[in-house]
């Protein structure tokens, strides 16, 4: 026995698939769930996600890169070859 496939249960399938191609055949005869299923999709994912500030700096340190913040200390320092001992 098939599955019947309606324009709510379509619509739902829709919103879950990430592609029109991922839909049943009997989904594409609903343009309105064509449509739901061909909307892109954007997730905010950070590529550091989850990773604290002092673990990215760790693995910069053992990658021997010194930080924004380090770079310009050092080329800024205007008393760095004056200074008295």
């Given amino acids: 026995m098939a599955e019947e496939y309606t324009l709510e249960k379509c619509k739902i399938l829709a ?3 990430s592609k029109v191609s991922d839909l ?3 989904c594409t005869k609903y343009p309105e769930a064509v449509k739901a299923a ?3 999709r954007t997730t905010t994912k950070s590529a550091y996600e989850g990773m604290t500030g002092g673990l ?3 693995a910069n340190k053992a990658k021997g ?5 380090q770079i310009q ?9 004056t200074k008295q001992s």
């Fill in 73 to 81: 200390r050092r080329l800024t320092n205007t008393r760095r070859f």
């Fill in 15 to 17: 919103e879950k698939a």
């Fill in 56 to 58: 990215a700096a760790q």
């Fill in 24 to 26: 049943p055949v009997e």
């Fill in 38 to 40: 061909s909307v892109q």
């Fill in 65 to 69: 890169r010194e930080s924004h913040a």
